[in-house]
């Protein structure tokens, strides 16, 4: 498609003239990719203070749904920590509960938060609803088991990137409407909202290889959804769809400039704005999808990396007393002025 789009970072233009591409995903590409070998967890958990349990839970069909606990060794008790449950993408068709698990290995490492790791079951094997059930499942039993764990319940924060961040945003929005559990915010990472196809940045990254290209993300979509029509496809699923955005978690989305989720993402902040939620929004100049998971030291995907961090920290500490006003300031110096 020759449509006129937004450039690539130099640096990551830089290191990305060294990766494979590919336009388009079929279900032989899948099974290579499945297959192909990925970073051991223990490589990644080398070096780290961390202590790891694995667990299984049982989801409302019968199967069990695999859980990786990741704890700050020789954490106390007392107090309870924070709680990071991470979602990992694929585009719902690929990738397990280690995949990018060091984006929240460093929230562990800063913040002292325990980060449990869901293998939810992936399409087409699966369909429909049932990733988002399964990783909805995953999170209540955090919240059921929160004194074993050693996490306060009431900061619980769901996180994901690309297609975990959009079962992240679909956890969540069940979660609301579930009454449970208290959510204390969503990250959400470049996420993958809108099953549709119709956004300009979808168009503009279409037809040429790239890292998710308009075309991986019909195939992602279709291998959940099938030809549902869009009045039938769940906004748990496909967040974009769901009517309400008000009653979430404060909330925190990033995506690049050069990207096919680019505009579905301010899309949906300022749906939560419209709601009259609280949503921090950050699109990247130059990124790609995936831009800082791929290229964590190229320096734009580590100002994403550390503004993202941040905003944690300040979203996970208790809220600071508004000041008082200054007794030297005169009174009508303290009156709204606009």
Not at 246 to 255: E, F, N
């Amino acid at each position: 498609m020759n449509q006129a789009r937004p450039g690539i970072d130099p640096q990551l233009h830089a290191v990305l003239a060294d990766m494979p591409l590919m336009s388009q995903l079929s279900p032989e590409v899948v099974a290579q990719l499945r297959r192909a070998p990925s970073t051991p967890v223990e490589t990644i958990l080398d070096g780290r203070a961390v202590d790891r349990r694995e667990v299984t839970v049982p989801s409302p069909d019968g199967e069990r749904i695999p859980l990786s606990i990741f704890s700050p060794a020789g954490a106390e008790r007392s107090p309870a920590a924070p709680c990071v449950y991470w979602i990992h993408g694929g585009g719902m068709v690929m990738g397990d509960r280690f995949s990018n698990i060091d984006i929240p290995l460093g929230w562990l490492d800063r913040l002292g938060a325990v980060v449990i790791s869901v293998d939810y079951r992936l399409a087409p094997e699966v369909s429909g609803t049932t990733l988002v059930d399964d990783c909805y499942c995953g999170l209540l039993w955090i919240a059921e088991h929160a004194d074993d764990l050693g996490i306060d319940p009431a900061r619980i924060v769901v996180a994901g990137a690309s297609a975990g961040g959009g079962l992240a945003a679909g956890v969540t929005l069940m979660a609301r409407d579930h009454g449970t559990p208290a959510i204390a915010a969503q990250v959400l990472i470049g996420p993958m909202l809108d099953h549709r196809n119709i956004t300009t940045s979808s168009r503009q990254y279409s037809g040429g290889p790239g890292v998710w290209t308009r075309e991986m993300n019909e195939f992602g979509w279709r291998s959940v959804l099938g030809r549902l029509p869009d009045e039938d496809v769940p906004g748990y699923v496909s967040p974009t769809m769901a009517d309400d955005l008000s009653g979430l978690p404060t909330t925190y989305i990033d995506a690049g400039t050069a990207e096919v989720f680019r505009d579905e993402d301010v899309d949906y902040a300022t749906r939560i704005w419209a709601a009259g939620g609280q949503a921090e929004l950050h699109v990247w100049a130059g990124g790609f999808h995936a831009f800082d998971a791929l290229y964590p030291q190229v320096p734009v995907s580590a100002a994403a990396r550390r503004t993202r961090t941040d905003w944690l920290t300040r979203a996970l500490s208790p809220a600071s007393p508004a000041p008082s006003p200054s007794p030297d300031l005169p009174e009508q110096a303290l009156q709204p002025t606009g």
